[in-house]
């Protein structure tokens, strides 16, 4: 039906950079909002970078001014540049689409299965 793939996470020292990558396919009459989302061990899953059909984004304060959210050149592809990373943002990253499959009109949350980030410090 719908398939949501991340991909580039990895590890990383402190203060270096990493770009994570969204792919989303399948039966896709349009994309809502998609978004990045992390959960740490033992934390609960947060919203760390979001982007909707008409460009506007949001990132909370933890991650504001380091991260990036951004379409890709290929289709239904969405990128989260992060930079400047600090251990306290080691965590399972993934990708969450908002969308209306074909055949529906209503809006429906796809995730993917998550991509690790392990800073070391």
């Known amino acids: 039906q719908v398939q949501v793939v991340e991909s580039g996470g990895g590890l990383v020292q402190a203060g270096g950079s990493l770009r994570l990558s969204c792919v989303v396919s399948g039966s896709i009459k349009r994309i809502n909002i998609m978004g990045w989302y992390r959960q740490a061990p033992g934390k609960q899953r947060e919203l760390v970078a979001s982007l909707t059909s008409g460009g506007e984004t949001k990132y909370p304060d933890s991650v504001k001014g380091r991260f990036w959210i951004s379409r890709a050149n290929v289709k239904n592809t969405v990128t989260l540049e992060m930079n400047s990373l600090k251990p306290e943002d080691t965590a399972v990253y993934y990708c969450?689409?908002?969308?209306?499959?074909?055949?529906?009109?209503?809006?429906?949350?796809?995730w993917g299965q998550g991509t690790q980030v392990t800073v070391s410090s």
């Open positions: 969450k689409a908002n969308i209306i499959v074909l055949g529906s009109d209503d809006f429906t949350d796809f």
